[in-house]
């Protein structure tokens, strides 16, 4: 299953709401565009909803970095959403948790750009 | 079981999916058949792009074995070869915000041996997860 993308927008924050796999080739790939559109609409609020996603491999995770470098480099904020456990356990043998802004809650991870 | 299969994305995919079906048949638990295909993954991924630079003339072999005590994978390239002592840190500072350059390092998280093995031309790594004897009851 590949990666889809839905974009919302909610408080001046911008929500994309993955499902599937990040993964090397096509899931990386849309992520990264999903980001750069983002971006090149002007909006530097941007919360990742990672709940559905089944599953990410060292590329997925790689091209979360470099969303967040781009994001942060434009002088914007890229935080994660709802993180499954196995996304979660990445990022922690990875030590990428403490990188990352994270929230379990929609509204907390709004309010967290104010 | 073998796979010969040519330097592609598809054939990383197919050879993840190949991991996972045989790490369940050889009785590994719903934990640790993710965390085998994934370790295969990103090891056919490194065979694919490091080794092979996706060359259609060259191709990644998957072999899967099991005994008694562990479950044993190897993915071999045809390229250049791998020097594995030359692969940053991941989890250095200066590294922890890089693009890429994980693969080895999960390899290594979610596997018991992980074996390098010039081939010239070409790299074979041999995965290896050891069976966890059953505890007997308390």
Redesign the interface.
């Known amino acids: 299953m590949s990666m889809k993308v839905a974009t919302r927008q909610v408080d001046g924050v911008t929500i994309l709401d993955l499902s599937g796999r990040i993964?090397?080739?096509e899931g990386s790939v849309t992520l990264r565009d999903a980001v750069h559109d983002v971006l090149a609409k002007g909006s530097k609020k941007i919360l990742l909803n990672l709940e559905n996603i089944s599953y990410i491999?060292?590329?997925g995770?790689?091209?979360l970095?470099?969303g967040?470098?781009s994001v942060r480099n434009a002088g914007g904020e890229l935080k994660l959403l709802n993180l499954t456990k196995?996304v979660h356990d990445?990022l922690q043998?990875?030590?990428?948790y403490t990188?990352f802004d994270i929230w379990d809650n929609e509204a907390s991870g709004i309010s967290s750009f104010k | 079981m073998s796979l010969t299969l040519a330097s592609s994305?598809e054939s990383?995919?197919r050879v993840e999916r190949a991991a996972s079906d045989f790490a369940e048949r050889a009785g590994f638990d719903e934990d640790t058949v993710?965390n085998i295909a994934?370790a295969v993954?990103?090891a056919a991924?490194n065979a694919v792009?490091h080794g092979n630079a996706y060359s259609p003339d060259k191709q990644i072999t998957a072999t899967f074995e099991t005994n008694s005590d562990s479950l044993v994978v190897r993915i071999t390239d045809q390229g250049a070869g791998l020097d594995p002592g030359a692969v940053p840190d991941?989890?250095a500072p200066e590294n922890?915000?890089?693009?890429?350059?994980?693969?080895i390092?999960?390899i290594k998280?979610f596997m018991d041996e992980v074996h390098f093995r010039q081939l010239h031309p070409g790299t074979e790594l041999t995965l290896i997860k050891h069976r966890v004897p059953a505890q007997p009851p308390a």
Not at chain 1, 93 to 96: F, G, R, S
Not at chain 2, 96 to 103: A, E, F, T, V
């Open positions: 993964t090397l080739g491999d060292s590329s995770i790689g091209e970095v470099s967040f470098t196995k990445l043998i990875t030590k990428l990188v | 994305i990383v995919d993710p994934m993954r990103e991924v792009i991941p989890l922890i915000l890089r693009g890429s350059g994980r693969g390092f999960l998280a």
